[in-house]
């Protein structure tokens, strides 16, 4: 599996922006499918952002527009670029990358709390 580690979350007011950060251990101009999910509590991990098939993003409904997934192959890192953040974006957000002909990897999570 590819190692990720997700950097960035915090507590941020309601309104206001943050960027996530997912450090890869491979190369990720190689790795086809990467970006981001979320789970809220009590509540299934969710889609948030993602690089498919390298360069199409897909992006969920409720955070199109507010959300911009980007990356630095240089640094073999994906960033979510997250911003007008509101109550319902708190959730512990995963960075998630798939090799060809693989099955998904997934990071620890990094936590995100926006409060009023």
């Known amino acids: 599996q590819v190692h990720l580690v997700e950097s960035g979350g915090g507590l941020v007011e309601a309104g206001g922006s943050l960027r996530l950060s997912c450090a890869a251990s491979e190369t990720t101009s190689r790795i086809p499918d990467m970006g981001w999910y979320r789970q809220a509590p009590g509540k299934q991990r969710e889609l948030v952002a993602l690089f498919m098939n390298g360069d199409t993003t897909n992006y969920a409904d409720s955070v199109r527009g507010r959300f911009t997934i980007s990356r630095d192959n240089t640094k073999n890192t994906v960033y979510l670029q997250m911003s007008s953040l509101k109550i319902e974006d708190t959730a512990v957000y995963y960075c998630?990358?798939?090799?060809?002909?693989?099955?998904?990897?997934w990071g620890q999570g990094t936590q995100v709390t926006v409060s009023s």
């Open positions: 998630y990358a798939r090799r060809r002909l693989s099955s998904g990897s």
